[in-house]
């Protein structure tokens, strides 16, 4: 069975600052790996996603985000927050080897930035 | 290029009904998703469909939940006898290729807003 863990339902971030949303992963293989930001009344939109390769991955919108496989986590990161930024995000995970054929989600972290 | 679309984007039924929910993919697109998404239950996979393959009906909660995917692009998602419970966004979603991993990223529509009174 594959799960996601988001541990923070909000993070607030002051504009300018750094921000971490945290995702910690569980995969019975080897995992594929995908940040999905939400806006308000609008769907899904595709950040980025980890596949192979180079540890550290650049997305949209100046986002990038780490997977660690000893630590199982694909925290995603930005150097300087925008209040546009402020949106639901959601990490999800698929098993390379195994189980449903969709993806697992987290349960979305708020991410608030404030001018 | 055109996105994925769904309709109606809202539904309101009552308890009982019968439901259908349309999705569009991209044009190209393979693989087609359908996922759920209420406020208990956070974003919940339901079922895929890629080409003409038996589809994955793993994530379906009940058999009252059915789908369908016309010459491998239309889908319908169908609702039989809706309960109260049923009530969520649902979303669907496609990609070039579902195969081998799935890595390829998925791109959503804008849901469809199911109220069953």
């Known amino acids: 069975a594959q799960s996601v863990a988001q541990p923070e339902d909000q993070v607030n971030v002051a504009e300018g600052n750094p921000l971490t949303v945290k995702c910690t992963y569980s995969?019975?293989?080897?995992?594929?790996l995908f940040w999905y930001v939400q806006y308000p009344n609008r769907g899904l939109q595709f950040l980025l996603k980890?596949?192979?390769?180079?540890?550290l991955v650049k997305g949209s919108y100046g986002f990038e985000a780490e997977f660690n496989k000893s630590q199982t986590s694909f925290h995603l990161k930005k150097p300087s927050a925008l209040v546009s930024d402020s949106a639901l995000y959601f990490c999800?995970?698929?098993?390379?080897?195994?189980?449903?054929?969709?993806?697992?989600f987290g349960k979305g972290t708020h991410l608030i930035i404030q001018p | 290029g055109a996105g994925v679309s769904q309709s109606p984007s809202n539904k309101v039924t009552e308890k009982g009904k019968d439901v259908e929910l349309r999705c569009d993919p991209i044009?190209?697109?393979?693989?087609l998703y359908w996922y759920r998404q209420s406020l208990g239950q956070g974003l919940e996979f339901l079922i895929y469909?890629?080409?003409?393959?038996?589809?994955?009906k793993s994530g379906l909660p009940s058999d009252r939940f059915s789908a369908e995917r016309t010459g491998g692009s239309v889908s319908t998602l169908t609702i039989q006898r809706t309960q109260q419970e049923d009530s969520a966004v649902y979303l669907c979603?496609?990609?070039?290729?579902?195969?081998?991993?799935?890595?390829?990223?998925?791109?959503f529509g804008p849901g469809t807003r199911l109220t069953v009174l």
């Open positions: 999800a995970v698929r098993d390379i080897w195994g189980g449903a054929d969709g993806l697992t």
């Open positions: 995969v019975s293989g080897n995992p594929y």
């Open positions: 979603a496609s990609s070039r290729d579902g195969g081998a991993g799935g890595y390829n990223e998925q791109f």
């Open positions: 980890y596949i192979t390769g180079d540890n």
């Open positions: 044009s190209g697109h393979t693989a």
């Open positions: 469909f890629q080409g003409n393959s038996a589809p994955d």
